[in-house]
């Protein structure tokens, strides 16, 4: 199983932008796929953008398309999510995790994600507040 540690949320106002991290507790992460999920009380997880081990793909599904950027260093086994413009309805907790059955994915697509939503393994996740 692959850990991850997520970090950088908070409360902002509408606009605005926050950064948020997810560090990996194991070495062997940086070989893995990973993704940024998105979940409110009551919904679903739903994945947001993943990115493979070397950090040249990404996907972002559409509702964060160009506001949203998924990046890694891989020197030091953390992955990036960059949000910018932020709207009420990004609100909520973000998670991160790898794709521990394909391992790294050299095209991202909705289907990576929806594989990790499956077969991830989840840790605490980080709020995000976005006021209007």
């Known amino acids: 199983q692959v850990h991850f540690v997520e970090s950088g949320g908070g409360s902002v106002q509408a606009g605005r932008s926050l950064r948020l991290s997810c560090a990996a507790s194991t070495h062997s992460s940086g070989a893995f796929c990973v993704g940024w999920f998105h979940q409110v009380p009551g919904k679903e997880r739903e994945g947001v953008a993943a990115?493979?081990?070397?950090?040249?793909?990404?996907y972002y599904r559409d509702s964060v398309k160009g506001r949203f950027t998924i990046s890694r260093d891989t020197a030091k086994n953390v992955v990036f999510l960059q949000m910018n413009s932020l709207k009420p309805e990004d609100s909520g907790m973000y998670y991160c995790a790898a794709d521990e059955v394909s391992f790294d994915c050299p095209v991202p697509t909705s289907a990576t994600l929806n594989r990790i939503l499956t077969f991830g393994t989840w840790g605490q996740g980080t709020q995000v507040s976005v006021s209007s």
């Open positions: 990115i493979d081990s070397t950090g040249g793909n990404s």
